[in-house]
C-alpha cells in the first residue's frame, strides 16, 4: 500500500510546478512504530488553540508585552496605544488583569498603527524602546522616567537589549552605549564614556541582541559579537570577540530572534539564518522569496510539547520553523489568511497579542478550537508519476478525541480539485477510513489535499492508495 507523503515537500522553490503545497496549523511528530515498509512513521498533529487571557474592555491597542521574571513579583506589563495615540504603561495584579496605569512611555503622540515595542529588563528594572526612538525606564523603586543620550549624540537608537544587568543601547551608527548595573542615570559623565563602536564594516547598526551572555551586534551586511570580560585585562567593558564576525546583515530590529541555544535572523538578503560558526541558512527559495515580497519580517518563537518553533510574521503570510524536524510550515488564525498575533514565550504561557485590543491571549493546548472559531487544519501531498495510476481507493489514517469530518479531495496537473470526499470518524487511535473509485491520476502529478475544522484533538498519520482489503475491512 504505497503512501502518499504529506507536508514534507512544502515551501521550496516548485511554486510554479506543484503550486499547491500546503501544511497549515500542524506540527509533525514522529511514531515509534514502523509501516510495511520498516520506515518510521509520522503523524502531523493540531497547533495548540487561541484563548483569552484577559479580557480588557478598556480603550487602545497593546503592542508590547513583558514578564520580568524575578522582578516586580514576576507581574505582566504592558503597552498601550491609547486612542489619544500615547504609549502608556500598565502593570497587572499576580492574576495578570486589573492593570494600573503607570504613565506614558512616549513624550508626543504616536501616528497610526505601530509594529509591536521593544522590552527588555534587568534585575533593577524595565526599559522600553518606542517607534519615536525614545528611551523610557521604570525602575525597581517605581519610579518611571526618560532616559536622554549624552551631549552631542545625534544617532538615533537603534535597539536596546539586557546583558549581565548591563542596559545596552545602540545607536543606528554602530556605537552602543551601556549603563552600569543598577545604574539608570544617563546624564552622568561615566555614561558618556561607557561606549564602544562595531566598527567591522562602516554599516549601520540594525538589532542587538543578548546569546549567552554575548552581544551580538547586527549591522546591515554585517554581525559582530562582543563580549563582557568585566574589565579584566582591558581597559573597556565590553571587547570584541576577534574572530567571530558573520558576514551577513540583518532586515530590521524585529526580524532577529534567540532561538534553539543561538539566535536566527532574517538577512539584508531575504534568507533566514541560524548563528553557527557561519550563518547557516534555515529557509527555502520559496520563503526567501515571500520575504522579499513582505513589508515587514518580524520573529518570535514557543515551545509546545516539546518542540521549538520559530515564528516568521510576513506581512500576508505567517510561516513556523520546527527545530526538531527542520520543517516549515504555515499557521492561521481562525478564518484568515494568517495568523494575526504576536507572541511572547512566558514560564507558564505562550501569551498572545495581536495589536487591536486590549486583550491578551495564550496557546492552550487541551483545547482544539480558537476562541473566535474552528483551527484551520490542511495539508497536501504529492503522487508523482510517468504513467496513468488506477487509484482503487484512498486510505487515511488519523486519530482524534472525539468526532471528526475530514475533507479529502484532489487534482491533477491540468485541472480543478474535486469534489471533497467527506470522510467521518469516530474517537479513536489509528483509524482508518477508505474512500473507493478514485479515478486514475495522471501524468506527471496528482495533489492530494486533506482539511478538518473539527473541534477535536487530531492527528494525520498518513494517507495511502491501493490498500488490499484485508479481512473484511472496506472502510466507508
Not at 517607534?131 to 549624540?153: A, C, I, R
Not at 551572555?213 to 570580560?229: K, P
Request: net charge negative; charged share 15%.
Amino acid at each position: 500500500m504505497p503512501s502518499i507523503p504529506l507536508g514534507v515537500q512544502c515551501y521550496n522553490d516548485n511554486a510554479e510546478l506543484i503550486p499547491e503545497i500546503l501544511f497549515n496549523n500542524l506540527i509533525v511528530e514522529i511514531i515509534p512504530e514502523v509501516n510495511d515498509q520498516k520506515n518510521v512513521n509520522v503523524l502531523k498533529r493540531k497547533r495548540p488553540s487561541v484563548e483569552i487571557h484577559y479580557d480588557d474592555t478598556g480603550t487602545g491597542v497593546i503592542v508590547g508585552l513583558l514578564r520580568p521574571i524575578g522582578v516586580f513579583d514576576s507581574n505582566l506589563f504592558s503597552i498601550v496605544q491609547n486612542d489619544d495615540d500615547y504609549l502608556v504603561l500598565y502593570r497587572y495584579d499576580a492574576n495578570d488583569s486589573n492593570p494600573v496605569n503607570l504613565g506614558q512611555v512616549s513624550s508626543v503622540k504616536v501616528s497610526g498603527k505601530i509594529s509591536y515595542i521593544k522590552m527588555v529588563y534587568t534585575q533593577f528594572g524595565i526599559c522600553i524602546l518606542n517607534n519615536l526612538n525614545e528611551l523610557f525606564v521604570y525602575t525597581s523603586t517605581g519610579m518611571l522616567q526618560q532616559l536622554k543620550m549624552p551631549d552631542g549624540v545625534t544617532s538615533p537608537i537603534a535597539d536596546i537589549c539586557d546583558l549581565n544587568n548591563y542596559l545596552i543601547i545602540g545607536l543606528q551608527s554602530g556605537t552602543f552605549y551601556w549603563l552600569d548595573p543598577n545604574t539608570w542615570d544617563t546624564t552622568t559623565t561615566t555614561f558618556a564614556t561607557n561606549f564602544a563602536t562595531a566598527e567591522s564594516l562602516p554599516d549601520n547598526l540594525v538589532s542587538i541582541q543578548n546569546i549567552r551572555s554575548e552581544l551580538y551586534i547586527f549591522g546591515q551586511v554585517s554581525t559582530e559579537v562582543w563580549q563582557d570580560t568585566g574589565g579584566f585585562n582591558t581597559d573597556s567593558t565590553f571587547t570584541k570577540a576577534l574572530g567571530r564576525d558573520l558576514m551577513r546583515g540583518c532586515k530590521t530590529r524585529n526580524s532577529t530572534c534567540p532561538y534553539d541555544n543561538t539566535v536566527v535572523w532574517v538577512g539584508q538578503d531575504n534568507i533566514v539564518y541560524r548563528a553557527g560558526n557561519v550563518p547557516e541558512r534555515m529557509s527555502t527559495p520559496y520563503i526567501e522569496q515571500t520575504i522579499s515580497n513582505s513589508s515587514y519580517a518580524n520573529l518570535w518563537s514557543y515551545i509546545y510539547r516539546g518542540h521549538l518553533i520559530l515564528v516568521l510574521d510576513l506581512e500576508d503570510i505567517t510561516f513556523c520553523y520546527d527545530a526538531m524536524t527542520q520543517l516549515w510550515s504555515t499557521m492561521t488564525s481562525s478564518g484568515k489568511d494568517k495568523f494575526e498575533f504576536i507572541g511572547y514565550q512566558d514560564l507558564t504561557y505562550v501569551l498572545l497579542y495581536n495589536l487591536t485590543t486590549r486583550n491578551i491571549y495564550h496557546f492552550n493546548s487541551d483545547v482544539f478550537e480558537d476562541y473566535d472559531g474552528p483551527i484551520d487544519v490542511m495539508i497536501s501531498g504529492v503522487l508523482l508519476t510517468q504513467v496513468p495510476i488506477p487509484i482503487k481507493n484512498l486510505t487515511l489514517t488519523t486519530s482524534q478525541s472525539g468526532p471528526a469530518t475530514y475533507l479529502l479531495s484532489w487534482r491533477d496537473s491540468t485541472g480543478d480539485y474535486c469534489e471533497p470526499r467527506v470522510i467521518d470518524t469516530l474517537q479513536g487511535n489509528m483509524t482508518m477510513k477508505s474512500v473507493y473509485f478514485c479515478g486514475t491520476t495522471f501524468a506527471p502529478y496528482r495533489i492530494f489535499k486533506i482539511e478538518c475544522t473539527s473541534d477535536t484533538s487530531l492527528n494525520i498519520v498518513s494517507l495511502t492508495f491501493n490498500n488490499p482489503i484485508q479481512n473484511g475491512y472496506r472502510g466507508l
